[in-house]
């Protein structure tokens, strides 16, 4: 006995204890319906992906090649097409996820426009985001299945009962589009009451992992900017849990915090932690602080000072009424937040860099697992770093290392695409071919990620086609750079109506209504040019 034939004969029997009222009703329609729509709610979905990221969770920690990887999308089709990819060329989207970035939102969905990543947008488009994304995934899971119910009715007329069987086997065995969203919450957007509010919106829409960063939530600033400003542990640390008793409210037990550190590049605070007593970590924080020691009788109206181990000193404050940190303790207070973080509640943790630097990453988690011997990161593979640049700087560096030669380039002019087929440059091409691979067993990286990389890819074809077909190649640029391409491909979206739920809206309607459903895909849809 299948699900789907368990299915079938539940139906059967309700449909049964109805009587002849329930005569127009298919219990196999209604079975295939049912598998059509597995997840009912965003909580569902939500309980399903944390059960997924859990247990790669302890497979990393068993073996660390086994880590993951997700593209940040900015729509719900984009989603969808990315995830439809996987199966078709991977066979299986086993630790591959999906990012949901706050840059994207701010940039590409406020009703507002386009918006530098500020938090300056609605809130609300965060969720909506969330379950637009698994509205697009479980359409991909109707389609498919569609599929197989039709090649399924098909066996059935042919009579081929081997054909059959195997069918029925792949709808049982079927592999849903549904994966983990890392949802990014930027600092929360308000206070901790505020961050618990939309934290529970996005676990409904579906989140199992919320991402939250340790800006203040009124000037936060992108991760690659400057101008970031941190808060006190403490104030994170409220955040952290009004995420916790969001997923626990939610029945969401095992929900994924990935707690975020700007202080790398945070060279400010909006206000000095409170400490209460020497070494706790109110005053672990102001010790990273820049200040100036000051006798009692040279006090002015209006400083603020520090008393440390009996001496008086003056935090250096800005006329915005921040806080400078000491220039160089980036990495330290990188260190403590990681600890600190991990400490209280958080699962995974990010740590925003001005570049891809192994042993930089490396040698920040090191000292965090002195601490906290499992700790792992979610990093930003970023196209905020010019990564070509990066990692021919880095070849050239460790060619000059080994003694070599290294006068044929210069190294201030590494983009040259003259250095392209030289031996600087395809080492730094297998740099960065290998720089997941390579994190992932050096510097503790569980979780690769891309924020922004559909943003810059729907530029690019948009740019390649708008050159061609306004230029002199006409509607060649199309036929050639799109739709030849997705023929041959065996892209999906060639047949648009398909995708867009044509075939399942006409196999609806005759569910619906048997003979009489007048329905789109006919002899006379062009869509069967397609084959």
């Known amino acids: 006995m299948t699900a ?44 399903y992906t944390a059960e997924i990221m859990r247990r790669d969770m302890a497979a990393y920690d068993a073996d660390p090649s086994c880590y993951t990887q997700s ?39 406020s009703q507002f426009g386009p918006l530098p990543d500020q938090s300056m947008h609605e809130k609300t488009a965060v969720p909506a985001l969330i379950e637009e994304i698994y509205t697009f995934l479980k359409q991909a899971d109707a389609r498919e299945l569609d599929l197989l119910f039709t090649q399924l009715d098909a066996a059935r007329v042919a009579g081929d009962e081997t054909a059959v069987e195997f069918i029925r086997s792949q709808i049982d065995a079927f592999q849903t589009h549904v994966v983990p969203i890392i949802a990014d919450i930027d ?52 955040k952290l849990n009004a995420v916790r008793y969001a997923f626990l409210e939610l029945g969401v037990d095992n929900g994924v915090i990935v707690a975020r550190t700007d202080s790398l590049g945070a060279g400010l605070t909006q206000k000095l932690a409170v400490s209460t007593r020497p070494g706790d970590l109110g005053d672990r924080y102001n010790a990273f602080l820049d200040v100036e020691e000051i006798a009692a009788h040279d006090l002015s109206d209006g400083d603020v000072v520090i008393r440390r181990e009996g001496r008086l000193l003056r935090p250096k404050r800005l006329p915005s009424n921040l806080y400078r940190f000491r220039p160089g303790t980036g990495e330290a207070r990188c260190v403590l937040d990681g600890i600190t ?50 990692f021919r700087q880095q070849a050239y560096d460790a060619l000059a290392a080994q003694g070599r030669d290294v006068s044929a380039y210069d190294r201030a002019d590494l983009m040259n695409a003259a250095y392209d087929e030289t031996e600087l440059g395809r080492l730094a091409d297998e740099r960065i071919r290998s720089f997941q691979r390579d994190g992932s067993a050096r510097a503790g990286i569980f979780h690769h990620l891309i924020t ?13 086609l708008a050159q061609g077909y306004f230029g002199d190649d006409g509607m060649l640029a199309y ?47 062009t869509m069967n040019q397609f084959g």
Not at 362 to 378: F, H, S, T
Request: proline share 3%; glycine share 10%; with cysteine.
């Open 71 to 109: 593209l940040g999308v900015w729509h719900g089709f984009v989603a969808q097409q990315k995830l439809i990819s996987i199966k078709k060329h991977l066979k299986s989207t086993r630790g591959r996820y999906l990012y949901l970035s706050g840059w994207m939102v701010a940039a590409m969905r």
């Open 4 to 47: 789907y034939q368990d299915d079938i004969e539940a139906i059967t029997a309700l449909k049964a204890q109805h009587g002849p009222g329930w005569d127009a009703v298919t219990p196999e329609h209604v079975a295939r319906m049912r598998a059509q729509n597995r997840f009912r709610t965003g909580l569902e979905i939500a309980r």
């Open 479 to 525: 036929v050639r750079g799109v739709q030849r391409r997705e023929i041959r491909g065996g892209i999906a979206t060639v047949k648009h109506q398909n995708m867009a739920g044509s075939d399942i809206g006409d196999n609806h309607k005759e569910y619906f209504a048997g003979d009489a459903a007048l329905k789109a895909g006919g002899k006379d849809n």
């Open 187 to 238: 600092a929360g957007y308000g206070n901790p009451e505020a961050t618990y509010l939309l934290a529970k919106k996005m676990i409904e829409a579906g989140a199992c992992a919320i991402q939250i960063e340790n800006q203040v939530s009124d000037e936060k600033q992108c991760g690659h900017q400057d101008g970031k400003v941190t808060v006190p542990h403490d104030d994170f640390l409220a």
């Open 452 to 464: 922004l990389p559909t943003y810059h890819t729907a530029a690019l074809s948009t740019d390649d």
């Open 341 to 390: 973080a991990l400490q209280h509640g958080a699962d995974l943790l990010w740590i925003e860099t001005e570049k891809p630097h192994l042993e930089q990453i490396g040698g920040m988690v090191d000292a965090i697992r002195e601490a906290v011997p499992n700790a792992k990161l979610v990093y930003n593979n970023s196209p905020s770093f010019n990564w070509t640049l990066n």
